[in-house]
């Protein structure tokens, strides 16, 4: 659920987290669509007898930016915060981007929001930065860290 506030109120939760999402299952499906869509066909995403063998992964992983480019998705469903007035906020960028883990097929994953800033840009465009950590379940080291932006429109 996102929650609007005010500037103030949520500059109050820099260093809190904001957003939990619900688990998601990495299906060899997604993988096998994200590999046709970008062309990136290497067979640690698509061959799982090969990958078994020749990787220490034990089988097929999800590309590291199938992984990145599921924060969309989270994001939305962890809810964010909303500064009060805002008409619309866009994708800005990401900072210090690190694939720490694979995500073997069949894993589930959440990504947990702590909001680290927010600036004003420009009069009235606010960039919102939230530290994001993607969690595989059962597992103590992450799939990924990453800095995500966003740039919140008001007035």
């Known amino acids: 659920m996102t929650a609007e506030m005010s500037l103030d109120a949520a500059q109050a939760l820099i260093g809190t987290e ?14 096998n669509q994200f590999a046709d869509t970008t062309g ?8 799982e007898e090969r990958a078994k063998v ?14 990145l480019s599921l924060l969309s998705m989270l994001g939305a ?3 964010t915060v ?5 008409k619309i906020t866009i994708n800005y960028g990401l900072d210090k981007v690190r694939f720490l883990n694979p ?10 929001f702590i909001m680290h800033s927010i600036t004003e840009k420009n009069p009235g ?7 994001v950590t993607v969690e595989i379940e059962n597992q103590e080291k992450p799939a990924l860290i990453a800095e995500s932006l ?6």
Do not use: M, N
């Open 82 to 86: 909303r500064l009060a007035g805002t």
């Open 150 to 155: 966003s740039l919140a429109v008001t007035g």
């Open 18 to 31: 904001t957003g939990l999402s619900q688990w998601h299952t990495i299906s060899q499906e997604q993988v």
């Open 40 to 47: 990136d066909h290497q067979f640690i995403h698509l061959d």
């Open 77 to 79: 469903e962890a809810g």
């Open 103 to 112: 995500v073997r097929i069949g894993s589930r994953i959440r990504a947990r």
């Open 125 to 131: 465009q606010y960039l919102i930065k939230h530290q």
């Open 54 to 67: 020749e990787t220490p992964f034990g089988g097929t992983i999800a590309h590291g930016y199938l992984t």
